[in-house]
């Protein structure tokens, strides 16, 4: 199942953001995908609110793991330069953790990734407009997306 968007601002991005959050479960794993600044972390900031986090969410790109609490814990990851660091910490405890796993540049990790998730894709089609599709992969998702 695919269900596609449209935003015009970064705040209407936030908004979808809110409502996926809505929807989710600890446990859900969503991968977000697309160029650099097409919207990833600014989507995971609406998710994060909606899941009562009150940090501000910003860019982990040299951290890879940001943790941050809210109704349930949220696991913010960004793979970009996962490559280029000496990691001595457990990616798939995030994965598999009892928090939602947010997951910008996936594909880094292939191997790892769990068989069902959310899969959103971002594109910038120009400075403020973003085209955002969502795919679920399984009949767990796509009850979230049904609801979207
Ligand atoms: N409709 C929109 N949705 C989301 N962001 C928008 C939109 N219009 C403009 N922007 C701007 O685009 C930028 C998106 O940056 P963001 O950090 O969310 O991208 P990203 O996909 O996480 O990039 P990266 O791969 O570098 O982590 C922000 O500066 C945001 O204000
Ligand atoms: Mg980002």
Known sequence: MLKSYKTNSAEETIELGKKIGN???PSNVLLLTGD???GKTTLTKGIGISLGV???IN???????KEYRGKCPLYHLDL???DGLNNDF????????DGVCVIEWPYQVEEILPKEYLEINLKRLSEFERSI????NSSRYEEVLKKL
């Open 59 to 65: 860019s982990p790109t040299f951290t890879i793991v």
């Open 90 to 97: 457990d990616l798939e405890e995030y994965i598999e953790g």
């Open 23 to 25: 929807l989710l479960n």
């Open 36 to 38: 650099l600044s097409a």
């Open 54 to 56: 009150t940090k501000i």
């Open 133 to 136: 599709e969502i795919k679920a």
């Open 80 to 82: 970009y330069r996962l």
